[in-house]
C-alpha cells in the first residue's frame, strides 16, 4: 500500500512509520503544520507543532528513509478545531480538541487529500488496535498497553475511515516502543510525551480562553442560590472541580465543595456536595459509530473522559442522539466531553455528552 | 551536447545516489550541479596550507590563488579586481549592500532615510530593509510591479522625485528568482543616477543566464553567488564600486577593503572564480539553448494543461532557464510532492517557515491572489537540462494536475474554500 505516515516530530509517529516501512509499505512522512506561523503555537518540546517538532520528525523520515514534507493544515486545523474549542467553552462545555482533531483532520482532511493524491491509507502513532471483524467489518479495539490506550479519541472514526487507517503500535507498550525507537537511532526516542493543548503554547488553558474569549466573569452560588463569592473567569472551573475555588466560607456541613454547574451566560458557577456530582443518565449527540449503527440496548461500558474509568451501562439510539444509563453513577461528567461506548475492548461507537444528570427515580 | 557529456562523464554530476528514480532536475534557480572542473579545483586548492592574509611562503601561495581568483571574476564581470569583496554568498552580499549603503548615506546626511526598492526583491533584500525600518528609521518604499512582476518605472520616478535628497538608497533585482522576469537595471539606473543616489542589484539569477556586466550596468553594487552558476556553496561576491563607502557589517581582520573581515575561504574562492569564468564564457550559447528548451517546456506544459497561466513575462523579458506557472485549483506542495514521486524536482518558488509554505510575496505583488499563489509551480532550467528531461516533465503534469485538483477539492483544502475553479475539468488529460 501507499501510506501517508502523519509524523508529529515525537517517538510514537515516527517508531509507527518505520514499522509501516518495514512491513513493506510504500510510506511518505508528512508532518502537519497547524497554523501558519509555528513559532506562535509552542515553544517548549513538548508540543506537536514547532519548527522543533516539524525538524524532528524531518529527521525521523530520514533516518527511516521514506520521503517527507510539511502539509499545512493550519486553515482546517484552525476552523474545524481551535474555533470548535472556544465555542464549546462559550457555551460551557469542556471540549476534547484531540478528539476532534482526529475527526476533522488527521482522518478526515488529511486522509481524503491523501486518498485524491493516490494513497491508500494513514498511519499514525495512536495506540489503538484495528482487527478484521466477523462481519466483515474492521473493529478497533482498546490497545495492550492500558497506560497509552489511545481508542477513546479514536472513538469518533467510522467504518470508511478505519478501512483507511493504520494504527501499527497498537500491539506494542509505550516501554517497547521507546525501546524500539532507541534500537532504530531514532534521536526522537527519549522525547517527553506531549500532554497538553498543541495550540496553548504555555499550557494555560484558562488564561488562553480567557484571552480569546473574554473575562467571563460571575458569582459563585450554591445550589440554594446563595451567592458565595466571585471569580474571575468560568474558564478556570470544570465540573467536578474542586481545588481552586477559593471560597471564603467552609460549608455548613464543613464537607468539600465541587463545581456542579458552569452558566456561559450569567457566568454562574454552581458549587455544593460530592454527591451532587453523581449522574447516571447522560444524553449523547452527534454518534459517530464504527460499524453498523446498534438497532437495540446494547449492553456495554462507556468511558466518560481521556484516561478515564470504564462504566458498566445500556446505551440505546433514540433519532440522532444517543441515551446512556449507567449501572452505577459516575461522578463529575462534563458536557461536551465524548461517551465513548465499548464492548469489551471493541470500540461500538461515540458521542458527545450534551447532559448527565440523576435519574428521579433512582 | 557538452553539458550532457559532462554530467555522463563526472560522478559528481550524477544526482544523489540514494533516491531510488532518476531525476529529472528542474530547480537550477534554487542551486545548481557543480561544475567537475570546479570540484577538481577546489580539491587541489583544499589540500594547500596556507592563510590568504599570512606574510610567509605559504600565505601568499594562498593569497595568490585569492587574488588570481578576484582578477578573473572581476574580468568575467566587468568589474576592477578591487570592485570584489567575497562574502559568504548572495544573502550577506545583500545584507552588506543594503544595510552598509544605508548606514554611510545616512552618516553622510541625515536626511536620507529612504530606501527604494521592488516589491518583488528576494527576501535576502526584503528583510534586511525590514530590519532597516524597524530598528534603524529607514523608510522603505516598494515600488509596485506590473502584473508580469516588472518594476513599474513610473513609480520609481515619482517616488524619487517627491523628495530626491532623502533617499538613500535604491536597490531592484537584475532578474526575478520566481517569476523570472528581468528588470529594467538600465532605466532604474538613468533615474536614480540623475539625482547621484547608489543603486543595487542582485544579480544572483541573472548571471549565467543574460548577459551581466558590472561597469556596463553602471550601477554602485552588484549581488552574485556561486552556487546558482555551477560553483560552491558558501562562496559569492558584492561587486562594488572603487569609490563607493559602505559601513561594513562584520569587523575583524580588516580583509576585503575592510568592508568584510573574515579570512578567506581559498577553496571555495577558486571554485566561484572557475565557475564564473565557466558560467560568463559559455552564457551567449547557453542562453539561447536554455531559451529554446524553456519555450518547449512552456508549449508542452499549456498544451497538456491548457487553462495553465504562464507567469512572468515573455521571451526574451523573462530568463532563459525559468517557467513559471499557476494550475489553479491545485496546491503547489500536493503538485511538488506528486512530481517528486516521480523524480522530477521543481519549486514552490516561495519561502519557507518549517517548511510551511506562504503565498509568494512575488506573485501577490504581481496581483494573485492567495490561492493562486499557492497554486503556482516554479521550473528552472540551467547548464545540466536536456530535452529529456523536459519531455518527462510534460508527459507527467497533466495526470499530476488532475490528482492534485482532486486533493483540493476532496479536502476542503484552501484552494476550494476560496472559490477557485476545482471542479473544472482538466483539459488535455493523458
New interface residues.
Given amino acids: 500500500m501507499r501510506v501517508l505516515a502523519a509524523m508529529s516530530g515525537g517517538v510514537d509517529s515516527a517508531v509507527a512509520a518505520a514499522r509501516a516501512a518495514e512491513a513493506g509499505h510504500e510510506v511518505?512522512g508528512i508532518?502537519l503544520?497547524l497554523s501558519?506561523?509555528?513559532q506562535s503555537y509552542r515553544s517548549g518540546a513538548r508540543g506537536c507543532c514547532?519548527?522543533e517538532d516539524?525538524?524532528d520528525a524531518?529527521r525521523a523520515a530520514d533516518v527511516i528513509?521514506i520521503?517527507f514534507?510539511?502539509?499545512?493544515m493550519?486553515?482546517?486545523f484552525h476552523s474545524s478545531v481551535v474555533e470548535d474549542f472556544m465555542s464549546e467553552y462559550a457555551e460551557g462545555r469542556t471540549p476534547n480538541p484531540c478528539l476532534r482533531c482526529n475527526e476533522k483532520i488527521k482522518f478526515a482532511?488529511?486522509l481524503?487529500?491523501?486518498?485524491?493524491?493516490?494513497f491508500d491509507a494513514v498511519a499514525t502513532g495512536h495506540y489503538a488496535q484495528l482487527r478484521d471483524g466477523a462481519d466483515g467489518l474492521i473493529e478497533m479495539h482498546r490497545a495492550v498497553d492500558p497506560g497509552k490506550d489511545q481508542s477513546y479519541v479514536l472513538g469518533v472514526l467510522d467504518q470508511k475511515q478505519l478501512a483507511h487507517s493504520l494504527f501499527p503500535l497498537g500491539g506494542s507498550t509505550k516501554t517497547a516502543v521507546r525501546a524500539e525507537a532507541e534500537r532504530r537511532g531514532l534521536s526522537v526516542a527519549k522525547k517527553p510525551d506531549s500532554h497538553d493543548i498543541c495550540f496553548i503554547s504555555d499550557g494555560d488553558t484558562a488564561g488562553w480562553l480567557r484571552e480569546k474569549l473574554g473575562a467571563g466573569t460571575g458569582e459563585i452560588v450554591d445550589t440554594t442560590g446563595e451567592v458565595l463569592g466571585t471569580h474571575g473567569g468560568t474558564f478556570g472551573f470544570t465540573i467536578g472541580q474542586r481545588r481552586g475555588l477559593r471560597l471564603g466560607t467552609p460549608a455548613p456541613d464543613g464537607k468539600p465543595r465541587y463545581v456542579l454547574d458552569i452558566e456561559p451566560v450569567s457566568g454562574t458557577v454552581t458549587v455544593g456536595p460530592r454527591e451532587k456530582l453523581d449522574v447516571d443518565h447522560i444524553m449523547g449527540i452527534k454518534p459517530r459509530w464504527c460499524g453498523s449503527e446498534p438497532v437495540e440496548d446494547v449492553a456495554c461500558t462507556v468511558q466518560l473522559r481521556a484516561h478515564g474509568e470504564e462504566h458498566r451501562a445500556i446505551a440505546r439510539v433514540l433519532g440522532d442522539e444517543v441515551e446512556i444509563e449507567l449501572i452505577e453513577p459516575a461522578s463529575g461528567i462534563a458536557p461536551g466531553q465524548a461517551a465513548v461506548v465499548y464492548d469489551g475492548t471493541r470500540v461500538v461507537g461515540s458521542a458527545t455528552i450534551a447532559s448527565a444528570r440523576r435519574r428521579a427515580h433512582a | 551536447m557538452a553539458r550532457r557529456a559532462l554530467s555522463g562523464d563526472y560522478p559528481c554530476l550524477h544526482m544523489n545516489d540514494e533516491l531510488p528514480v532518476s531525476v529529472a532536475y528542474l530547480d537550477h534557480a534554487a542551486t545548481t550541479p557543480i561544475y567537475p572542473e570546479v570540484v577538481d579545483a577546489m580539491a587541489a586548492q583544499l589540500a594547500r596550507l596556507g592563510n590568504a592574509s599570512s606574510l610567509h611562503g605559504s600565505g601568499r601561495a594562498a593569497r595568490r590563488v585569492v587574488e588570481e581568483s578576484r582578477e578573473a571574476i572581476a574580468a568575467a564581470l566587468g568589474a576592477g579586481p578591487s570592485e570584489v569583496v567575497f562574502t559568504s554568498g548572495g544573502t550577506e552580499a545583500d545584507n552588506l549592500a543594503v544595510k552598509g549603503f544605508y548606514w554611510s548615506r545616512r552618516q553622510a546626511d541625515a536626511r536620507r532615510t529612504r530606501i527604494l526598492t521592488s516589491a518583488v526583491e528576494h527576501h535576502a533584500v526584503l528583510d534586511p530593509l525590514h530590519w532597516l525600518a524597524t530598528h534603524e528609521a529607514a523608510e522603505v518604499e516598494l515600488l509596485a510591479v506590473d502584473a508580469d512582476g516588472g518594476v513599474q518605472i513610473d513609480a520609481l520616478r515619482t517616488s524619487i522625485e517627491r523628495d530626491p535628497e532623502s533617499v538613500a538608497l535604491v536597490s531592484v533585482m537584475w532578474a526575478n528568482n520566481e517569476v523570472g522576469t528581468l528588470q529594467p537595471i538600465d532605466e532604474v539606473v538613468a533615474l536614480a543616477g540623475a539625482y547621484g543616489i547608489p543603486v543595487h542589484t542582485d544579480a544572483v539569477q541573472a548571471l549565467g543566464q543574460v548577459p551581466v556586466d558590472f561597469a556596463g550596468a553602471n550601477v554602485d553594487a552588484m549581488t552574485v553567488t556561486g552556487h546558482k552558476i555551477g560553483g560552491p556553496f558558501g562562496v559569492g561576491a558584492l561587486l562594488l564600486r572603487r569609490e563607493a563607502d559602505l559601513v561594513a557589517l562584520l569587523h575583524g581582520g580588516g580583509q576585503e577593503r575592510d568592508v568584510r573581515s573574515g579570512t578567506l575561504d581559498a577553496p571555495a574562492i577558486v571554485g566561484f572564480a572557475r565557475a564564473t569564468e565557466l558560467a560568463v564564457k559559455s552564457q551567449p550559447s547557453r542562453g539561447v539553448e536554455l531559451g529554446e528548451l524553456r519555450d518547449a517546456l512552456i508549449a508542452g506544459v499549456l498544451d497538456a494543461v491548457p487553462d495553465a497561466q504562464l507567469n512572468g513575462a515573455a521571451g526574451n523579458g523573462r530568463l532563459p532557464g525559468n517557467a513559471h506557472f499557476t494550475f489553479t485549483g491545485c496546491e503547489g506542495d500536493s503538485l511538488l510532492m506528486l512530481l517528486d514521486a516521480q523524480g522530477i524536482e521543481c519549486s514552490t518558488g516561495s519561502a519557507c517557515s518549517a517548511g510551511v509554505p506562504q503565498a509568494s510575496h512575488v506573485l501577490l505583488a504581481m496581483g494573485r491572489d492567495e490561492a493562486t499563489a499557492r497554486a503556482s509551480l516554479r521550473f528552472s532550467l540551467g547548464h545540466t537540462s536536456t530535452a529529456s528531461d523536459v519531455e518527462r516533465l510534460v508527459e507527467a503534469i497533466a495526470p499530476a494536475v488532475q490528482r492534485a485538483r482532486a486533493a483540493s477539492q476532496g479536502a476542503g483544502g484552501s484552494a476550494s474554500s476560496n472559490g477557485s475553479n476545482v471542479g473544472l475539468p482538466v483539459g488535455g488529460a493523458a
Avoid at chain 1, 69 to 72: C, F, I
Fill in positions: 511518505t508532518h503544520a501558519r506561523n509555528p514547532t519548527i516539524s525538524n524531518r528513509g520521503p514534507y510539511v502539509w499545512d493550519s486553515e482546517q482532511a488529511v481524503e487529500r491523501g486518498l485524491a493524491l493516490g
